[in-house]
């Protein structure tokens, strides 16, 4: 007869080599980015991240004007997901009739599953021209601030914030529902206990998965950081560092997708890549992150005992 | 007002904020899904489906070298993507607390955050520049990379839906755990996984920027998996950034095909994971 330990061993671990996979792809990724972006890293250091200049013809290379647009577009998105975000998973959680509940989740999520290049499509026809209208009504004495300096091209910052919002909603709110699902029911009976308001028991249990949520809206950051397609297609693509919201700029993932192609040299090809490596390390660090604080909300979650219910028996007893 | 008149005041806007936002969030998505649907449908034709893309500047044409494109390369992506995520999510969902599996869990949610268009550059790496030709293979490993995380999680969920009883009892009958899972929770969550596997492939088949400097593009028919290859969203971006109404008119078209695609599958995919879920209350 065959010993079943053995099986089972040799079971977890066939089966722990593929899972195993999984681990390396990761660190393959960091590897293979450092090691194809090393021309780049060589030469220009530090100066490359604070390099404003992008000259691929005369073989200068600055990422600042990159990163900036990223970091502001991704911010902007955040600025007005956040708060909707929220707001959703509130309303499905805590306020919605049960019947509605299952409809709206699958609704909100229906916003994850539209590929990028058709809000891209969409952006490009439809939202980039709405908000050239937007701009051309901008009140005159708003222009002298420099969120709304710069000509009403409809391209630029603002559609790209837009746009990101609308892709980074479902994720954020279906995280923070789950967050919100998972905090224990008597925090909200001992507010109700109280006599909190419905909204006071609300902010207690918001307060309770308070990681949590923070992990949800950093998890939103990290998906409008690497977004490529869209923002690619509303942006603008002109590599320069402004604050103001009609300025046509340019993001990380949007300066590879147009030029990763066209790079004929080798030096420009590696600055490119070595762009792609920050990108991979920002996205690695913020994910990482916010996965950890929902964890750490779930686990603590788990741990607690729940009260028992008094029944008749149990009083009788 | 009395405090508590105010203290309930605030309750009720927070809460109509709260419907607002829901609302907010719909509003774009109905935005988007007519949009779509109404160009869409006035673009689609026959031809779209049957004939190959025009000459710059001529009128008509279709995209049936993207469309038959777009199904090879997702056809690459599952050959390697599904045994590695499906294996993976049993090793997971078997040893569930062991450190080495929370760490694989951590991998894959990571990879999962991890943006394409940088998964493509490392399928660029690994693929395009050891041979210097871009091809459909490179393709299909950038999207079977970005499919890897999402079929492992499906399969993990999935198998830890099926009724620990049914684990429990062949465990008993002297079954190894190979023979377990393999003879009866694999049959048991395999409708919901192949779903999940569907959706997928349809997640992945939306990608583009991991394509453009993978699969990179082509103007004419070509099934030859180590050349370049025309997909349908590759085929939609150039179309969108060109200057000509026909091409914008099929880029809808194409548009509106792919939207199609995903919702079908993730209609199937909610029914099907809801019958599991039925399955295992009872």
Known sequence: MKMRGSDDRTFRIGTGVFAAVVLLIVLGIGFELTRQSLLSIQKFGF??????????????????????????????????????SLGIAIFISELSPRMLRQPLTYLTELLAAIPSIVYGLWGIFVLV?????????????????????????????????????????????????EILKNVPSNQREAAYALGATRWEAIKVAMGYGKSGIIGAVMLGFGRALGETMAVTMVIGNNPQVSTSLFAPQYTMAAVIANEFTEAADELYLHALIEIGLLLFIITIAVNGMSRLLIWSMKSRSRHVVPIAPVTPEAVAA | MSYLARRKFISRVAETLCAVAVLLALLPLAF????????????????????????????????????????????IAALFAVPVGCICGIHLAEYPDTKFSSMV??????????????????????????????????????????????VVRTTEELLRLVPSGLREGALALGATRGRAVMT?????????????????????????????????????????????????????????ISPYDDWHRQAWAGAFLLVMIILTLSIVARLAVRRLERMNRT
Not at chain 1, 55 to 78: C, H, K, N, R
Not at chain 1, 138 to 162: C, D, E, H, R
Not at chain 2, 53 to 69: F, S, T
Request: no cysteine; aromatic share 10%; proline share 8%.
């Open chain 1, 129 to 177: 021209p709405l908000v050239r209208k937007l701009e051309l009504a901008t009140p005159g004495f708003l222009k002298g601030i420099p969120l709304f300096k710069g000509p009403p091209l409809g391209v630029g910052m603002l559609s790209a914030a837009l746009i990101l919002a609308i892709m980074v909603v479902p994720f954020t709110s279906s995280v923070a529902r």
């Open chain 2, 184 to 240: 009866v929770i694999l049959p048991a969550a395999l409708p919901g996984i192949l779903t999940g596997i569907l959706v997928a492939l349809a997640r992945v088949a939306g990608e583009t920027a991991p394509l453009l400097f993978t699969a990179f593009n082509n103007r004419f028919w070509s099934t030859n998996i180590t050349q370049p290859m025309a997909s349908l969203t590759v085929q939609i971006f150039t179309y969108a």
């Open chain 1, 47 to 84: 100066s490359f991240w604070t390099g404003k200049v992008w000259d691929p013809v005369s073989g200068e290379f600055g990422a600042q004007p990159f990163i900036w647009g990223t970091l502001y577009s991704s911010v902007l998105a955040l600025i007005i997901a956040t708060p909707i």
């Open chain 2, 32 to 75: 988007i899904l007519f949009y779509v649907i109404r160009q869409g449908i006035g673009s689609m034709n026959w031809a779209f489906f049957t004939q190959m893309p025009k000459p710059v500047g001529e009128v008509g044409g279709g995209m049936a070298n993207a469309i038959v494109g777009t199904l090879i390369i997702i056809g």
């Open chain 2, 105 to 150: 869990r951590f991998a894959a949610d990571v990879l999962n955050g991890v943006p394409s268009i940088v998964v493509g550059i490392f399928a660029y790496g690994l693929v395009v520049l050891p041979v210097k030709r871009f091809s459909a293979i490179a393709g299909g490993v950038a999207l079977g990379l970005l499919m890897i995380p999402i």
